[in-house]
Structure formats: structure tokens, C-alpha cells
């Protein structure tokens, strides 16, 4: 198994540009997630899935879509790129093995500098 | 509403002494605690978490925490520092929703030869 991957590792964008970032899962799981890794800010949730065709908002939501038209994949959009999207994002997955356990599975990260 | 704090965002210690990082939560429901580590330029991966069945959970590479009610706390610790322990570690509390996944702001550990 692949476990979570993510394109691409690097990236850099002008501001207004938009990009999506791409991940996918092998492990068919039904959760997924997006967050945002900033120093001292731990990860901070920015949209999740719990299944095929339903999405919602995590708490730093503004700024990026996301869909899920299959259980592998989840692609982050930023729609006009900022300075403050700068970060490193990770896709994660999930399942509910235990109601309210949920281990996630981490992708590799993609590093994004807009400048 | 949950929480998680992390005392200390940088820990250091020499190779071969005790390791123990700090992790207190706030949650209003039983709470699901884990323990990821992050090596540099990797993503998270996880060494041990607690969903109710012993407070004393061991994990991999050596690492173990205790679950303690009365204090809210999830400690990690190692007996033995290695070098290969230096990374960034981050504790995280879930809930009752996948939307509830808290993760901590992070603890640095650095090991000294």
C-alpha cells in the first residue's frame, strides 16, 4: 500500500494564482482531511470529508474548495493565492473503527510559498 | 468544546536520559488521546494513543504515555533518549465527531551526544 500521497512536494505560486493540490488514498478509508502546519500553531483543520460527495468546512476554511468524487481522492483548491497561504498542508485519512478514535494517516506534505 | 496544550515548545535533553513531554486536554465528552511525531520534512505518523481499554499505553520506538483522568493529562516518556528521537512531537485529542480531531501546537525535542 501507498498509504496517503501527495503531489506536488514543493510549490511556488505568485499572489492571485490558483493551484490544486492533489492527494489520494489507498487504504479506503471514508474520512479525510486538509490542514495547515504553521510554526507554533500545531495543525489547524481546513476542510474534511467523511465520505463520496460530502465535504465540509474545518476551522480555516477560507480561501481553498475542496470535493470528493471518489473514496482515493481529495484535492485541495486554492482559489487566488495569498502571502498567508504560505505553509506546509497535509491530506490525512481516517476511519471509524472506534466511534470517536480517529487515527489518522498523514500524506508527506506539500511546502507552498506564494509570494 | 476540546483542547490540548503542550508545556514547553522546546525540550532538550541529553542522549541516554528521560524523556517526557507534556500533554494536558479539556474535553466534554470521554476523550481518544494520540501521540504523533513528525521527523523533519515528513509528514505525521503515529506512536501510541489511548481509546479506553489501559491508561498505560506503550508505543513504538519505546515511547509510552499514561492516561490520567484526575489531572487531564497524557504524558509521553522514554527511559532512554537516542538521537533518532529528535523530531517534533504533537499530542491530539478526539471526540465524538471526526470534525473534533484537536492536535496540540507541537513540543521540539533536540537530543544532545
Known amino acids: 500500500n501507498a498509504g496517503v500521497t501527495q503531489t506536488p512536494k514543493f510549490q511556488v505560486l505568485k499572489t492571485g494564482q490558483s493551484m490544486t493540490l492533489q492527494c489520494a488514498q489507498d487504504m479506503n478509508h471514508e474520512y479525510m482531511s486538509w490542514y495547515r502546519q504553521d510554526p507554533g500553531m500545531g495543525l489547524r483543520l481546513i476542510h474534511y470529508?467523511?465520505?463520496?460527495?460530502?465535504?465540509d468546512q474545518g476551522e480555516v476554511p477560507n480561501g481553498y474548495n475542496v470535493s470528493r468524487s471518489t473514496t482515493e481522492d481529495f484535492p485541495l483548491r486554492l482559489l487566488s493565492a495569498a502571502p498567508s497561504q504560505t505553509s506546509v498542508y497535509f491530506c490525512?485519512?481516517?476511519?471509524?473503527?472506534?466511534?470517536?478514535?480517529?487515527?489518522?494517516?498523514f500524506g508527506p506534505g506539500t511546502r507552498l510559498t506564494v509570494t | 468544546a476540546q483542547s490540548v496544550t503542550q508545556l514547553g515548545s522546546h525540550v532538550s535533553v541529553s542522549e541516554g536520559a528521560l524523556v517526557l513531554l507534556r500533554c494536558n486536554y479539556s474535553?466534554?465528552?470521554?476523550?481518544?488521546l494520540f501521540w504523533y511525531v513528525q521527523y523533519p520534512n515528513q509528514g505525521l505518523q503515529l506512536l501510541l494513543k489511548?481509546?479506553?481499554?489501559?491508561?498505560l499505553v506503550k508505543g513504538i520506538n519505546g515511547f509510552e504515555a499514561e492516561f490520567k483522568k484526575s489531572e487531564t493529562s497524557f504524558h509521553l516518556t522514554k527511559p532512554s533518549a537516542h538521537m533518532s528521537d529528535a523530531a517534533e512531537y504533537f499530542c491530539?485529542?478526539?471526540?465524538?465527531?471526526?470534525?473534533?480531531?484537536?492536535f496540540g501546537p507541537g513540543t521540539s525535542l533536540s537530543v544532545i551526544p
Open positions: 474535553s466534554s465528552v470521554p476523550p481518544y
Open positions: 491530539a485529542v478526539s471526540g465524538d465527531s471526526y470534525d473534533k480531531v484537536i
Open positions: 489511548y481509546t479506553s481499554a489501559a491508561t
Open positions: 490525512a485519512s481516517s476511519y471509524s473503527g472506534q466511534a470517536g478514535a480517529y487515527e489518522q494517516y
Open positions: 470529508s467523511v465520505g463520496a460527495g460530502i465535504t
